[in-house]
């Protein structure tokens, strides 16, 4: 079994919300970090309404929500995380802040053998191993949104990340929290962003070039090929600001022209709209609380 007891998180949106949800049903005591006292509140929001949801549809019991939540404590104090076996960082898809998180993870870690995972989408793992004195222990462990539905989590060893660092990964992926997982190369967006990122791409061009509406181009691949979603709904999911960070890092990584954001999906994340999250993306979704996910318009 696993070693992992102490489990942390670093950024409280939308992923880290729901890792530290996943882990918390699991059993874990996890400790989240947000960026300021606002952020935590409305992170611990994030996760409560979360929890009610899975309770009202009746995945878990009011004893489950609320042994859940108990284990579970947000807080903006980066320091609590000293004790933890493993942290997982879910900040934005920003290289520089996810650098800087992690060599403020290094100091504050103080057992030696603490795993540094990060959930990015596709910046590769050694540019973050390589800001800790400690590469060996730093791994990808990247989840799928929403991460309490999506079962899959890609494991992504750097090229200094040990043996043991992937084993106790995967063994707290599969054996404590119940995902399936895929072995990925270090390369930027791994194996599924790099499959899906081009799609998602390719339906804003689309609609950049008018051949279709976004609504008409996500009914044909929910009704044309059965996907759960159409590109532009997902594209909302995911996040447009998250989306074009996941495809410059594509396009730095192998310069091929399908990975380039186009320009309406700039221009879009300049003006705010940033899908579901925003209330508007290129669908829109009815106004929430602030700082909770907006739910689309057709289940209001
Ligand atoms: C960007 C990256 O780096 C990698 C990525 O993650 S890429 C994105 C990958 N994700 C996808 O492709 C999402 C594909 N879409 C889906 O899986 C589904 O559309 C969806 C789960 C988002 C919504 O499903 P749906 O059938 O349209 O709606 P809905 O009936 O509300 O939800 C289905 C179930 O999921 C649950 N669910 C939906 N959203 C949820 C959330 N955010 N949190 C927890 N549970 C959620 C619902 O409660 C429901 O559960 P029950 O059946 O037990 O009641
Ligand atoms: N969205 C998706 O579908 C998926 C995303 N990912 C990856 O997960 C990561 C997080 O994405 P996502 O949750 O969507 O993004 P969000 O924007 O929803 O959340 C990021 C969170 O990190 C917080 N944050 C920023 N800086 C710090 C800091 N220094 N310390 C603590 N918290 C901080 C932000 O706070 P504030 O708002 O105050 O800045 C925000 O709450 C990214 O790497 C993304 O690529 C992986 C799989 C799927």
Do not use: W
Not at 168 to 188: I, P, Q, S
């Amino acid at each position: 079994m696993t070693d992992i007891e102490r489990v942390g998180v670093v950024g409280c949106g939308l992923m880290g919300a729901g890792i530290a949800e996943v882990c918390a049903r699991a059993g874990l005591p996890v400790t989240v970090v947000e960026r300021d006292a606002e952020a935590a509140r409305a992170g611990r929001l994030r996760i409560d309404r979360s929890l009610d949801r899975a309770a009202a549809r009746g995945r878990l019991t009011a004893e489950g929500r609320a042994a859940a939540a108990g284990l579970i404590t947000v807080t903006d104090q980066l320091e609590a995380l000293h004790d933890r076996d493993l942290v997982v960082e879910a900040v934005a898809e920003d290289e520089r802040l996810k650098t800087d998180v992690f060599t403020r993870l290094d100091s504050v870690l103080t057992d030696g053998h603490a795993l540094l995972a990060t959930n990015t989408s596709s910046i590769p793992v050694i540019r973050l191993a390589a800001a800790t004195g400690r590469p060996e222990h730093v791994v990808g462990v990247h989840f799928f949104n929403p991460v309490p539905v999506l079962t899959l989590v890609e494991l992504v060893p750097s090229l200094l990340t040990s043996a043991d660092t992937l084993t106790r990964a995967e063994t707290f992926v599969t054996g404590r929290l119940g995902k399936e997982v895929v072995r990925t190369r270090d390369r930027a967006g791994f194996v599924v962003n790099a499959l899906l990122v081009p799609y998602l791409l390719a339906a804003i061009r689309m609609v950049e070039a008018g051949s279709a509406s976004a609504e008409d181009i996500d009914r044909g691949m929910v009704l044309g090929c059965a996907h759960p979603l159409g590109p532009l709904a997902l594209t909302d999911l995911i996040g447009l600001d998250t989306t074009r960070a996941i495809a410059e890092s594509l396009y730095a990584e192998f310069r091929e022209p399908l990975y380039a954001p186009p320009p309406l999906l700039s221009r879009m994340v300049e003006a705010g709209l940033l899908g579901r999250k925003s209330g508007r993306g290129f669908h829109t979704y009815p106004a929430r609380p602030r700082n909770e996910t907006a739910v689309p318009a057709e289940r209001s």
